[in-house]
C-alpha cells in the first residue's frame, strides 16, 4: 500500500525558529512535492524535487527551502518562521509516469506564534 | 491566466440523492485534469485523471466526465461516508510543472 508520512501531525513554533518539516515516501517515487493549504486559498505549490539533489521552486517558494539528499525523503525549512507561516503543510510524492497522480501525507499543521 | 473554479462550494444531500459538482477551467490547452478527495485533516486522496474531452471514469458511485470547458463530478446514490472535499485540479501547456487546485467543494451526505 503506498505511503506518505510526515514526521508530525501538529507543531508549534516560535517566530524566529528554523523549522524542519520531513516527509518519507515508501514508494520509491522520484517527484515529491510540498504544499501549503489555507482556507479560501486552495492547496499551493512550494517546491517540488524530481529527482535527488534536484529542486525547483514552486509558487510561493518565499521564506522556505528544501532538501533531498535521499530518493524518498524530501524535507521542507522554513528558515526563520514567521505568523503568516502559520498554516497546513502537505507532502505529495508521484512516479515519473505519472506525475500528476500524487499520493499525499497526512499533512502537518503548523501554528507559528 | 489559467484558472480553475468549482461549484458549489458546499452542497448537502439526502443519503441516496444523487447530484454533479462542477469544474469549469480555463487553460491555454488542457494537459490534464484530476480529481482528489479530501476528508477533514487528512491529506488529498487521488481519484481521477482525465485527458481528453468525451472521456469518462468511474469508481462505485463516482464517475468523471470531461469537456473542453468543464469536468462534473457525478455522484450517484450517495451514503454519509462519501462527505468529503472534492478537489478539481488542472494541468495546462503553458503553466508547464505547475498544476492548479480548485478550492474544492465541500460535499456533506446526511443519514
Known amino acids: 500500500d503506498v505511503k506518505v508520512t510526515q514526521s508530525s501531525r501538529y507543531l508549534v513554533k516560535r517566530t524566529g525558529e528554523k523549522v524542519f518539516l520531513e516527509c518519507v515516501q515508501d514508494?520509491?517515487?522520484?517527484?515529491m512535492f510540498w504544499y501549503r493549504q489555507d482556507p479560501g486559498l486552495g492547496l499551493r505549490l512550494i517546491y517540488f524535487s524530481y529527482d535527488v539533489k534536484m529542486k525547483e521552486k514552486g509558487d510561493i517558494p518565499e521564506g522556505y527551502s528544501v532538501s533531498r539528499e535521499k530518493k524518498e525523503r524530501f524535507s521542507l525549512i522554513l528558515e526563520s518562521a514567521s505568523t503568516n507561516q502559520t498554516s497546513m503543510y502537505l507532502c505529495?510524492?508521484?512516479?515519473?509516469?505519472?506525475?500528476?497522480?500524487?499520493?499525499f501525507g497526512p499533512g502537518t499543521r503548523l501554528t507559528v506564534t | 491566466e489559467d484558472q480553475v473554479t468549482q461549484s458549489p462550494e458546499a452542497l448537502r444531500l439526502q443519503e441516496g440523492e444523487s447530484s454533479s459538482l462542477n469544474c469549469s477551467y480555463t487553460?491555454?490547452?488542457?494537459?490534464?485534469l484530476f480529481w482528489y478527495r479530501q476528508d477533514p485533516g487528512k491529506g488529498p486522496e487521488f481519484l481521477f485523471t482525465?485527458?481528453?474531452a468525451g472521456e469518462e471514469k468511474e469508481k462505485e458511485r463516482l464517475k468523471a466526465t470531461l469537456t473542453k470547458k468543464e469536468s462534473f463530478l457525478h455522484i450517484t446514490a450517495p451514503k454519509p461516508e462519501d462527505s468529503a472535499t472534492y478537489l478539481c485540479?488542472?494541468?495546462?501547456?503553458?503553466?508547464?510543472?505547475?498544476?492548479?487546485f480548485g478550492s474544492g467543494t465541500r460535499l456533506s451526505i446526511r443519514p
Open positions: 485540479v488542472v494541468l495546462g501547456y503553458s503553466s508547464a510543472s505547475k498544476i492548479i
Open positions: 482525465l485527458y481528453s
Open positions: 487553460v491555454s490547452g488542457l494537459r490534464g
Open positions: 505529495a510524492s508521484s512516479s515519473t509516469a505519472e506525475r500528476y497522480e500524487q499520493y
Open positions: 514508494m520509491d517515487h522520484e517527484n
